[in-house]
């Protein structure tokens, strides 16, 4: 029912940030240490873990995935590259203008 549905995506959007702040790769582990497939994830997570210092939730909402990617890109635009190219350094300082 249509109230039911909207009452459930009400709650989520009232609980459930768009994006978490930065989280170590064992909070991703903690997560599914239950599952029946824990060995090969714990593989995936080591992997993770050896190339990235930390990630960040991201609400599954139909736009997750451009979320994600667009919150990547800019982060890496104001945390990173900007120290060493003057062009991003503006591109950001734009960006955070918005």
Known sequence: NEA???????????NQPLTSEQLPLTALEKQYLQES?????RQGVTYLQNHYSHLRMVRGDGNCYY???LYSLVEQLLNHHHHQDPT???????ICQW
């Not at 039911?4 to 009232?14: K, V």
């Not at 497939?37 to 994830?41: E, G, M, Q, V």
């Not at 991003?88 to 734009?94: D, H, L, M, N, S």
């Open 88 to 94: 991003a350094k503006a591109e950001g300082e734009r």
């Open 4 to 14: 039911r549905l909207q009452e459930i995506e009400q709650n989520i959007r009232e």
């Open 67 to 69: 979320r994600a990617f």
């Open 37 to 41: 497939t824990a060995s090969n994830f």
